[in-house]
């Protein structure tokens, strides 16, 4: 039994009552995934398994035997940054950085929920053929994500601006 973690195979562990987080954090080394309030409520520990957004404290890693799970690790590197990355950057998304990895995770998660038509609690037209993206329902996308330092207003800049072609009345919405 493994687990594909940023396209690396790793055997899930023995005892199936390990965390996914604990499980990544633990025995695969991978620590930019972080374990805030472990119990889902922060997102600090927010990955992607399968391309969904997940809370990795409240998965046991055995459940996700057989899946692909990307971590912030996966999703860029020093010399190669994903453009996420790189708005968090310029904005000033962050201050502490404790949260960053998992803001940026929910909002990669995110934007591909978008482009499924996946509603959101404020979405108006739940029928709708094009999804609207608009601050409110931005903001309320990200809400599970906490950032205890105050740099809410750059991270949603950073998220507006990277996202932003999603569709086109994005750039509208976000100004």
Same mark, same amino acid.
């Given at each position: 039994?493994?687990i594909?973690?940023n396209?690396?195979p790793?055997?899930?562990p023995?005892?199936?009552?390990?965390?996914?987080? #604990?499980?990544?954090?633990e025995?695969?080394h991978?620590?930019?995934?972080?374990?805030?309030?472990d119990?889902?409520?922060?997102?600090?520990c927010?990955v992607?398994?399968?391309?969904?957004?997940?809370?990795?404290?409240l998965?046991?890693a055995?459940?996700? #035997?057989?899946?692909?799970i990307t971590?912030?690790?996966?999703?860029g590197?020093?010399?190669?940054?994903?453009?996420?990355?790189q708005?968090?950057?310029?904005h000033?998304g962050?201050?502490?950085?404790?949260?960053?990895?998992?803001?940026?995770c929910?909002?990669?998660?995110?934007?591909?929920?978008?482009?499924?038509?996946?509603?959101?609690?404020?979405?108006?037209?739940?029928?709708?053929?094009?999804?609207?993206?608009?601050?409110?329902?931005?903001?309320e996308?990200?809400?599970?994500n906490?950032?205890?330092?105050?740099a809410?207003?750059?991270?949603?800049?950073?998220?507006?601006?990277?996202?932003?072609?999603?569709?086109?009345?994005?750039t509208?919405?976000?100004?």
């Amino acid at each position: 039994m493994s687990i594909v973690v940023n396209g690396m195979p790793a055997e899930v562990p023995g005892d199936p009552r390990v965390s996914l987080l #604990d499980f990544l954090r633990e025995q695969l080394h991978l620590h930019g995934t972080k374990k805030g309030c472990d119990q889902g409520a922060c997102g600090a520990c927010t990955v992607l398994a399968d391309g969904e957004r997940i809370l990795s404290c409240l998965a046991l890693a055995v459940q996700y #035997d057989g899946r692909s799970i990307t971590t912030i690790e996966g999703v860029g590197s020093a010399t190669d940054l994903h453009p996420l990355q790189q708005a968090f950057i310029d904005h000033d998304g962050f201050q502490c950085g404790y949260c960053t990895p998992g803001q940026i995770c929910s909002a990669i998660g995110m934007a591909d929920e978008i482009r499924r038509g996946v509603p959101s609690h404020v979405t108006d037209d739940l029928d709708a053929a094009d999804m609207p993206f608009s601050h409110e329902e931005l903001r309320e996308r990200m809400s599970g994500n906490l950032c205890r330092c105050g740099a809410h207003n750059g991270i949603i800049d950073a998220i507006a601006t990277t996202l932003a072609p999603l569709p086109e009345r994005a750039t509208e919405a976000a100004e």
